[in-house]
Every structure is written in structure tokens, then in C-alpha cells.
């Protein structure tokens, strides 16, 4: 089976290292907000999850490597972090009501993890275990996770930032104990990246086990 060539790996890290960039850049053209209790702490954590995932990005390749990162599997998490762009432009572009919104959210997030799962489902048709499966699902979501971070932390620091007014009404806000809005706004970007970038793998952990199983329930049925 073929693993994700170098140049596509690069090219993934690069965006890994842009995003670095992007965060490095708002951070530190913001002083105050290292100051603030447990912002340290919402910035590490981001840094290392992407550091983790670069590291992912350029690791020597070995045998039992291949599971990891085939190229089907990257193509896959391509398709998965186009979506999401697509969802970011829509979140952020179009004024669609309640309950629509959550509607839309919660297709866009579907068709995500069906992506995701698909990998499972194909690694199994190519022969790999449930555990090699998962791991192929695991890594598309990283492929797909690293292109939605930079999206999101583009279209958040720079492209289109939510008015800082609009924040003061968040419960999120209100929970922090802050009164920086500025501030607030940068840490709560850390915080969603962090998240996607937990959640995105062991999401597609669970999925692409669904899709394994479902290629074997199918693959049964067939005989």
C-alpha cells in the first residue's frame, strides 16, 4: 500500500508551521494577555498539540509506519478539511437562523466524521486490522484538523475576527473571570484550535472503527 509521499507531508507541516506562525504573531503582538491567569497555560497547550502533529508530519516512515499514513487516508482528510473550510466560510459568511444553524453545524461536522469512517472502511477492504484501520482514520483527521486550524486561526486573527462587542454577552466570557475582550478573543482561539486538534483524532479513532466493522458486516453479507 502506498504511504503519503514526502513532499504532501511537507507540505502539510508547512501549514502546522504557518499556523505556529499566525498564533506566534498574535500572541506576542498582545502582551497582556500573558498576564492573564491560565493563558499560559491555553497557549502551550496549542503549541504543543501542533508541535505534535508536525512531528507526525515528517517522522521517518517504517513498516509498520504504513497503516499510519497511507496516501488514500491523506486524500481523505484533504476532502474532510475542505469541508470544514467550506463550514468556517458559511459560520462565519451567512446569516442563517436558529434552528438552522445548529442544523447546518451538526451536517457539516456528519460529513466529516463519514469521511473519516470511509477510511476505515477502505483500509479494510485493503486488508488491515482493526487497529491499522483506526490508525488510517486517525491520521486523515490529522491531515484534516491541520487544514482547518490554519483556516480557522486565519479567518479568526486576521480575515474576519468576531467584534470584540459581540463577546461580551458569551458565556464563555462571563465564565473566565476576564474583562480583557481583546484577550479573550485570542484565547478563545487557542482554545477551539486545541480542541479540534484533541477531538478530530479520537473522533475518527471511533469512526473508523465503525467503518471497519461495517466492511466486515457487508463483506459477510456478500457471501
Not at 504573531?25 to 500573558?34: A, C, K, N, Q, S
Not at 457539516?108 to 473519516?116: E, K
Not at 486576521?158 to 466570557?173: C, R, T
Request: some cysteine; aromatic content about 10%; overall charge positive.
Amino acid at each position: 500500500m502506498e504511504i503519503t509521499p514526502f513532499p504532501i507531508r511537507l507540505s502539510l507541516l508547512a501549514a502546522v508551521l504557518l499556523t505556529l506562525g499566525v498564533i506566534g504573531i498574535r500572541v506576542l503582538g498582545y502582551p497582556p494577555l500573558l498576564s492573564l491567569p491560565g493563558s499560559t497555560t491555553l497557549i502551550g497547550g496549542a503549541v504543543f498539540l501542533l508541535f505534535c502533529y508536525g512531528v507526525a508530519m515528517v517522522w521517518p516512515p517504517n513498516r509498520r509506519d504504513c497503516p499510519l499514513r497511507l496516501q488514500f487516508a491523506t486524500m481523505l482528510g484533504a476532502v474532510g478539511g475542505l469541508i470544514q473550510v467550506i463550514h468556517l466560510l458559511v459560520e462565519r459568511f451567512s446569516s442563517v437562523s436558529q434552528p438552522w444553524n445548529g442544523i447546518v453545524t451538526l451536517a457539516f461536522m456528519l460529513v466529516t466524521f463519514l469521511v473519516w469512517g470511509f477510511v476505515g472502511y477502505r483500509a479494510r477492504e485493503r486488508g488491515l486490522s482493526l487497529g491499522a484501520s483506526c490508525l488510517a482514520a486517525v491520521w486523515s483527521a490529522m491531515a484534516t484538523m491541520t487544514i482547518a486550524v490554519l483556516a480557522g486561526t486565519l479567518l479568526e486573527f486576521y480575515i474576519a475576527p468576531i467584534p470584540l462587542e459581540d463577546m461580551k454577552a458569551w458565556a464563555e466570557f462571563q465564565r473566565s473571570g476576564w474583562n480583557d475582550l481583546a484577550a479573550f478573543s485570542i484565547a478563545n482561539t487557542l482554545d477551539e484550535t486545541s480542541t479540534h486538534l484533541i477531538v478530530g483524532p479520537v473522533v475518527a479513532c471511533l469512526f473508523g472503527a465503525l467503518g471497519y466493522c461495517l466492511s466486515r458486516l457487508t463483506r459477510k453479507s456478500a457471501t
